[in-house]
């Protein structure tokens, strides 16, 4: 088996999407993708909404870390094959030389973490950016990643990150 595709998640304070896209990609892309996340100014520590969100999820937070993404630009960092920026301020930022020239592409998600209001309406926005991402990444995931050619394969994942998300039905 090949190794899997390495992938970064950016935003700036990497406490919220840029830890969901990680978890989401690491379940659902697993055997064939391994994802990390990190921000230009990480916040020290993963918001606890992104943590509460994950585990009633199911999924094992063992993971999260808040991190810088100079982490990732040093020597024995891993090879990334692709790093998408989830927010707008983290897009608009000079980001480190990555190596290898992977592929690159802008998938703004709203800050869950910035959002106002009630408790529910804070946590439902947590919900609202992890069930956008998580479209995204399955979009992402069947992607015959393989046989695009690097413009070809450039101009998918930039298009994954305009795709608006479904209204759930009830």
């Known amino acids: 088996m090949e190794a899997p595709y390495n992938v970064l998640f950016l935003c700036t304070g990497n406490s919220a999407r840029s830890l969901l896209a990680e978890a989401i990609l690491n379940r659902e892309g697993a055997g064939k993708f391994r994802a990390y996340s990190a921000g230009s100014h990480p916040k020290g520590a993963p918001h606890p909404y992104t943590i509460d969100l994950l585990k009633s999820l199911g999924y094992d937070t063992a993971?999260?870390?808040?991190?810088?993404?100079?982490?990732?630009?040093?020597?024995?960092?891993?090879?990334?094959?692709?790093?998408?920026?989830?927010?707008?301020?983290a897009a608009a930022e000079p980001c480190p030389v990555w190596p290898g020239q992977p592929v690159t592409a802008h998938w703004g998600v709203p800050d869950p973490a910035a959002a106002d209001g009630k408790e529910s309406e804070r946590r439902l926005a947590f919900a609202e950016a992890y069930r956008m991402l998580f479209n995204r990444i399955s979009v992402f995931t069947s992607l015959p990643i393989a046989s695009l050619g690097r413009l070809a394969l450039q101009?998918?994942?930039?298009?994954?990150?305009?795709?608006?998300?479904?209204?759930?039905?009830?």
């Open 155 to 170: 101009e998918r994942v930039a298009e994954i990150g305009t795709l608006t998300p479904k209204p759930e039905t009830a």
């Open 63 to 89: 993971f999260a870390r808040s991190k810088d993404w100079a982490e990732f630009a040093t020597p024995g960092a891993p090879h990334l094959d692709f790093v998408f920026t989830v927010c707008d301020a």
